[in-house]
């Protein structure tokens, strides 16, 4: 068991530039999840799928964030036309549902700074 | 709706201090509880879960007892050590109401001294 890894660590981009940013879940895990931290804050819920299903969206995820986990294994978020606002640690954890047991473990995230 | 209240921080403390922050939640139907711990530059680990009333979940000397009669979860520890200086999040999910996601606390940072 390797853990939630999220790639990359750190990014710096321009204000108007597309980022992708990468998770890799807990294998076996069914449930993928996707929050955002700003400084001094906890994490905010995204969005998060079951399998491959996205099952939930935040009124946060605006239109120009897209999430997918297209064999449900492991899963990107993209962010077009990145704003200074979407500055934030992007967190992804993963889960295996089983009746009300979910309990769900933390890659190390990835920071995204802009410009 | 659902939320989560912790105690604000920082909160400092000298070795081998006896450690309390207080967490108390609402939510419309029966929430599993957790406190996650945060060091600096890292992801969340999770420290400890509770799933019903009573339950007592413990990790690492680290203890929180789920009181439904008065919605907390506070987090204790009797002697506390300089590597325990991070910042600590509570947080509820409810499985048949929301899907699950985590409700999250705005977080209490924990500085230890020696």
């Known amino acids: 068991d390797t853990g939630v890894s999220q790639d990359p660590r750190h990014k710096i981009t321009k204000r108007g530039q597309n980022v992708t940013f990468r998770c890799d879940p807990i294998s076996e895990h069914n449930r993928l999840y996707w929050y955002r931290q700003t400084l001094g804050q906890g994490p905010e819920f995204l969005t998060y799928f079951q399998n491959e299903a996205q099952l939930e969206k935040s009124r946060l995820l605006s239109d120009r964030f897209s999430a997918e986990r297209p064999k449900g294994s492991f899963s990107t978020l993209e962010i077009q036309r990145t704003e200074q606002g979407d500055s934030a640690m992007y967190l992804c954890a993963s889960s295996f549902l089983a009746g009300v047991e979910d309990t769900q473990y933390f890659g190390p995230g990835t920071r995204l700074t802009v410009l | 709706g659902n939320s989560v209240t912790q105690m604000e921080g920082p909160v400092t403390l000298s070795e081998e201090a006896f450690l309390t922050i207080n967490c108390t939640y609402t939510?419309?139907?029966?929430?599993?509880l957790f406190w996650y711990v945060q060091y600096p530059g890292e992801g969340l680990q999770l420290l400890l879960k509770?799933?019903?009333?009573?339950d007592k979940g413990s990790n690492k000397g680290f203890e929180a007892t789920y009181r439904k009669e008065t919605t907390s979860f506070h987090l204790e520890k009797g002697s506390v050590q300089v590597s325990d200086s991070a910042v600590y999040f509570c947080?509820?999910?409810?499985?048949?109401?929301?899907?699950?996601?985590?409700?999250f606390g705005q977080g209490t940072e924990l500085s230890v001294k020696p």
């Open positions: 947080a509820l999910t409810l499985i048949y109401n929301q899907g699950g996601k985590l409700i």
């Open positions: 509770a799933t019903k009333a009573d």
């Open positions: 939510a419309t139907g029966y929430p599993s």
